[in-house]
């Protein structure tokens, strides 16, 4: 598995697998069937409701615990310093894990941003304590990144950000790239497109024409295209399925090369359409839910 060096000098597969929306009852397995498939990082979140799954497979598994890389997100309802902090026990009690290899705010909550920053400071803490071996964010923009690292003390070692051919957020890949902060991204194989969430414009960017042509030049599908072109862009990927067949597909991409025509060719598919929620209108009234105690 090819790794990334975080800014810190921590490794990081750069490929891992997601879980969200994996239903708690279908999360073992699919973390089961991707450590057996030769995955060595997991990210989840404490919003998503299956840390608990998670861990277990990660116990049962016969690989071993500092081989696998446990990356998970503290919900904005956990905002605060103190708050974080337990944010951080809850999460390390449900997965059982000790330690936490990455540990990243899921979002900024721009209208309350001292909470944002507190939170921040209480990831600080808990590097500068090993109980996490690297600390981040998750759609934090340009104006967001600027304040935080005005604030605190420790660069974030990763931004997870909506990255597919059809939402590309340069500008932000380009303000992590010129501090050190690996973009990460979500929603890799575009899942934000075809989920029924995503409105009017929905529209799968796997059934792109020029994906799929890129596909069958190469013998590939098109979800391992959507992949090498984030790994080639030096990006982290965590795609995420429940089913074997398609976490054996999608870590199934090292043995192809995309060229810097095709790069170019998924490049310009931009569509400038967001799918996640809007980053700067992320509220606690709108969005905020209690985190359950472990
Ligand atoms: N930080 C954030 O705000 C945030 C937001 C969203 C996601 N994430 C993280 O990023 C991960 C990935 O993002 P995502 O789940 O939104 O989208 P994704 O990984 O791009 O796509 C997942 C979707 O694609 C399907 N799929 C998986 N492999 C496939 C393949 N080879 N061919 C065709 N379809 C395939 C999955 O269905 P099946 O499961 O049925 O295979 C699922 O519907 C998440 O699981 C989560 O860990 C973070």
Same mark, same amino acid.
């Given at each position: 598995m090819q790794t990334l060096t975080l800014n810190n000098g921590v490794e990081m597969p750069a490929l891992g697998l997601g879980v969200f929306q994996t239903p708690p009852d279908e999360t073992r397995a699919a973390v089961t069937a991707a450590l057996d498939l030769g995955y060595r990082h997991i990210d989840t979140a404490a /919003?998503?409701?299956n840390e608990h799954e998670v861990g277990r497979a990660i116990r049962e598994?016969?690989?071993?615990?500092?081989?696998i890389f446990v990356e998970t997100k503290i919900w904005i309802s956990d905002y605060g310093y103190d708050e974080t902090l337990h944010g951080f026990d809850k999460s390390a009690a449900k997965l059982r894990l000790?330690?936490?290899?990455l540990l990243i705010?899921?979002? /900024?909550?721009p209208s309350e941003f001292d909470r944002t920053i507190a939170a921040y400071r209480a990831l600080e803490k808990l590097l500068a304590d090993g109980k996490v071996r690297a600390i981040g964010v998750s759609n934090f923009m340009v104006d967001h990144l600027t304040k935080l690292l005005d604030a605190t003390t420790v660069v974030p070692a990763v931004n997870q950000l909506e990255i597919h051919p059809y939402f590309q957020q340069r500008a932000v890949l380009d303000f992590d790239d010129a501090h050190g902060i690996l973009n990460q991204a979500w929603s890799p194989i575009g899942g934000i497109t075809f989920y029924p969430g995503y409105g009017e414009h929905r529209r799968s960017v796997l059934e792109d024409p020029a994906v799929t042509r890129i596909a069958e030049a190469h013998g590939k599908s098109p979800a391992q295209v959507l992949l090498r072109w984030g790994l080639q862009q030096g990006r982290s990927v965590i795609p995420k399925s429940t089913k074997r067949h398609r976490i054996a597909e999608n870590i199934d991409v090292f043995d192809f090369e995309l060229t810097a025509g095709e790069l170019a060719a998924l490049d310009a598919l931009e569509t400038g359409r967001r799918g996640g929620p809007e980053p700067e209108a992320v509220t606690l009234a709108d969005f905020g839910r209690a985190i359950p105690e472990a």
């Open positions: /919003a998503y409701g598994s016969a690989v071993p615990r500092e081989e000790e330690h936490i290899d705010l899921h979002q /900024a909550l």
